[in-house]
């Protein structure tokens, strides 16, 4: 039998039969995958803690032909756990990043991408230094750029206008009024107009942070202020759930963007 190997992370399980369990896992070469482990509903040296979701390890699996499902033998987990008993926050949280990479299209191609992307942000939450929001921000605009809709916010979606001008320090925003952001089509500037379900208003503050937040060579530039984090989730979560074509179970779980206004 040809066993094959992958790092992992394990996105969801359920019990399944008398003995098992239902495993569906993050494989860092392949994508998504799911699989049945046998026996591994039993507590016995394999161990159920392997396979709970956010375990990241090393997956043993074969696969059959004329079969979606795998065949799992074990999970060796590696660190970092991430010790979710104590802080349910962080688990909801963590639950919102493994189904959005539970519910996307992920290609053989893609996987490393993606994996890259969830354990990034696993890491995140379970350092435990920075606010779970601004990781949930950069979360899903991280997810819209592997998913290859995140939109062009250097231009105007509509006139072809260029919103920032290259500065020694970053992007400066060349007008400080609100500008527009159209779900259909992306950025619109002040000029341009944009209204109907779909448009957000975002406040120059929130153009100025973005164009700050996605400047490759700025590392560092600090958390938002309350009210642009607020603007921005609720523009990007609308991203999220526009091209999923679907509201994540997970997410109506996260704190409301509202509440921190
Ligand atoms: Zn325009």
């Known amino acids: 039998m040809n066993w094959l190997q992958s790092e992992c992370v394990i996105l ?12 569906t896992f993050l494989a860092k070469d392949k994508g998504r995958l799911t699989g049945i482990a046998k026996s591994a509903k039993v507590l016995t040296g394999r161990g159920v803690g392997a396979f709970e979701p956010f375990t990241r390890g090393t997956i043993h699996y074969l696969e059959k032909s004329g079969s979606d499902l795998v065949t799992i ?18 688990f909801l949280f963590a639950s919102y990043f493994t189904e959005l990479v539970v519910l996307c299209p992920i290609s053989p191609a893609d996987a490393p991408v993606f994996y890259d992307l969830l354990t990034h942000g696993l890491d995140r939450l379970a350092a435990g230094d920075e606010d779970f929001r601004v990781v949930r921000l950069r979360f899903e605009m991280d997810f819209l750029t592997c998913l290859g809709v995140q939109p062009r916010w250097g231009r105007c979606a509509q006139c072809g206008k260029t919103l920032y001008q290259k500065s020694g320090g970053g ?17 619109l500037c002040p000029a341009c107009p944009g209204h109907g379900s779909g448009v ?3 406040s120059p503050q929130v153009m100025e942070f973005v164009g700050v937040w ?15 984090l607020a603007q921005l989730e609720a523009v990007v979560s609308a991203q999220v759930m526009a091209h999923l074509e679907r509201v994540p179970r997970s997410m109506a779980l996260l704190p409301d963007p509202a509440d921190i206004l």
């Not at 969801?12 to 495993?23: A, M, N």
């Open 12 to 23: 969801k399980e359920k019990p399944f039969k008398e003995k098992d369990r239902l495993v």
């Open 73 to 90: 033998r074990k999970c060796d987990p590696t660190p970092p756990f991430l010790m979710l008993h104590h802080n349910y926050e962080q």
């Open 171 to 187: 992007y400066r925003l060349l007008q400080g009024a609100p500008h527009k952001f159209d779900l259909k089509r992306g950025v």
């Open 200 to 202: 957000f208003v975002v």
């Open 214 to 228: 996605l400047d490759p060579h700025q590392t560092d530039s600090g958390p938002p202020m309350a009210g642009v």
